[in-house]
């Protein structure tokens, strides 16, 4: 069995003012210092060689999917609108400039 290591940097974020993990191995801009959801989302839903948010969808579909995250917060819509509307923020934030070009 193949184990997948993740580095995180424990670190003020700038504009907020938390302590939070930042992911070393995502880029610059993309490595904000998270803390709840958003690092959990980091160690278990990103692979091993994803660099951008929009490779993490898929992570967050299996995952959340798999153990029932939004049906046992009360919300019965299926993961995929979740994601739908995961990818258009962040497609409109990033304005797709983050987007591998090895897809």
Known sequence: MRSL?????????EEHGHIGLAPQWMPQGLNDPLTGMASAHDMLE??????????GLGGAVYVRGL??????????????????SDFLEIFTVSEGEWLPRNW
């Open 5 to 13: 290591v993740r580095h995180f940097t424990v670190k003020r974020h």
């Open 46 to 55: 990103h692979g091993m060689h994803d660099v951008t948010e929009l490779q």
């Open 67 to 84: 153990t029932d995250y939004w049906s046992r917060k009360g919300n019965l819509n299926h993961p995929a609108v979740h994601i739908a």
